[in-house]
Structures are given as structure tokens and as C-alpha cells.
T-cell receptor, first 112, second 113 residues
């Protein structure tokens, strides 16, 4: 069963920041928060992950609350190509091979 | 950069036939995962292998089996195919030494008629 809760859908105006929330209130101490996106039946694409500190890469920023029970993925300047289903996943990297539970994700639509 | 390779990309089979899907992980990745995504559904984990040993197991039917070979590629064998097996099958790979993120392949679309 998915360990995360996300809103089913969101809209964002092109060029604006997209803020995608995720609740993971039962996260355990050794579990990371991963974000992936899937664009129409393509393979899920890795975006970013973190343990407890905020993270930023060329694609996005990840803000994790101090109690680690929720997080927000930020796409700073959304483009039409960012329209996709975004999945928030919590998982421990140990032992190797731990499965990802994909919940229903958030369907983000970027509007021109 | 090299990505996960899956073959074939499309496969059409009849009911009760068998199918074999192949996955070639990113070079130097030691862990592979298989996921199934039915129409309109989210990906569901099937099975994973680390260093050629089964690591985690999800909702994989008994009709399915998989293994990871000495060159780290993996094969998913599916027998007695049913209509409900029609889905996208994704393979992902990761490296214990390189960050543990799973990187997904483009998928194999299996259609069972």
C-alpha cells in the first residue's frame, strides 16, 4: 500500500512555480522521500530525493518539513512539458532492491 | 548517458502463450526491479534482484518468474498469459554505490489477445 497522500490533480500557469504537496505521516527514520514523474505511458522519470534536508537540483527543489511528515516538490518555472503525473514515494534504500509503492500521484496540468 | 534498455518494446501474444521480457540495466548498476502498469493504473511492483539474488517480492503471479544473470541483465518470464496481463512492464535499475535512485526503462507494452 502507498505510504503517501497527494492531491489527485493540480493546475499551474506556464512560467509560474508549481508546488506539489505530499503527506507521509508514517515515514520511518531510514526512509527517503523520492519524487518521480510519468509523462503519458513513458517510464517514470526520477526528479529528486531527500532524507531530511531540503534538496535542489537542475529540475526541482524538495522541501521536507522538520518532522518529515510532509514534503513539497517545487518546479520553479513550469513549462508545458512539465505536464505529467507526479509521484511522491517513501522508501528505504536498505536493503537493496526495496520496492517503490506508487500511489495515485498528482496529475499536474501546465496551462499556457 | 546510458539508460535502461528493455526489449521488445511491443509484444502481442495470444491467451495461454508465454512471453519473455528482457531488461539491460545501466552499466555498473547491480539491482533491477520489475513493475507492471495496467491501463489507467499506477505502476505496481513485481520483483527485484540485487547481485543476482531475489531481493523483494510484490504482487507477482505464480505464472511469472524472473531472474538476474551474471551480466546483471534480467528476464521476466510469463506463462499461461491471460487477458489481464495486458499492461506496460517497466524495468528499473539502481546502484548500491551510486545513490540508490531507481532509473526506469521505456517499458514493454504487452498485449494479450
Amino acid at each position: 500500500d502507498a505510504k503517501t497522500t497527494q492531491p489527485p490533480s493540480m493546475d499551474c500557469a506556464e512560467g509560474r512555480a508549481a508546488n506539489l504537496p505530499c503527506n507521509h505521516s508514517t515515514i520511518s527514520g531510514n526512509e527517503y522521500v523520492y519524487w518521480y514523474r510519468q509523462i503519458h505511458s513513458q517510464g517514470p522519470q526520477y526528479i529528486i530525493h531527500g532524507l531530511k534536508n531540503n534538496e535542489t537540483n537542475e529540475m526541482a527543489s524538495l522541501i521536507i518539513t522538520e518532522d518529515r511528515k510532509s514534503s513539497t516538490l517545487i518546479l520553479p518555472h513550469a513549462t508545458l512539458r512539465d505536464t505529467a503525473v507526479y509521484y511522491c514515494i517513501v522508501s528505504s534504500p536498505r536493503p537493496p532492491g526495496n520496492q517503490f509503492y506508487f500511489g495515485t500521484g498528482t496529475s499536474l496540468t501546465v496551462i499556457p | 548517458a546510458a539508460g535502461v534498455i528493455q526489449s521488445p518494446r511491443h509484444l502481442i501474444k495470444e491467451k495461454r502463450e508465454t512471453a519473455t521480457l528482457k531488461c539491460y540495466p545501466i552499466p555498473r548498476h547491480d539491482t533491477v526491479y520489475w513493475y507492471q502498469q495496467g491501463p489507467g493504473q499506477d505502476p505496481q511492483f513485481l520483483i527485484s534482484f540485487y547481485e543476482k539474488m531475489q531481493s523483494d517480492k510484490g504482487s507477482i503471479p505464480d505464472r511469472f518468474s524472473a531472474q538476474q544473470f551474471s551480466d546483471y541483465h534480467s528476464e521476466l518470464n510469463m506463462s499461461s498469459l491471460e487477458l489481464g496481463d495486458s499492461a506496460l512492464y517497466f524495468c528499473a535499475s539502481s546502484s548500491l554505490a551510486r545513490g540508490d535512485e531507481q532509473f526506469f526503462g521505456p517499458g514493454t507494452r504487452l498485449t494479450v489477445l
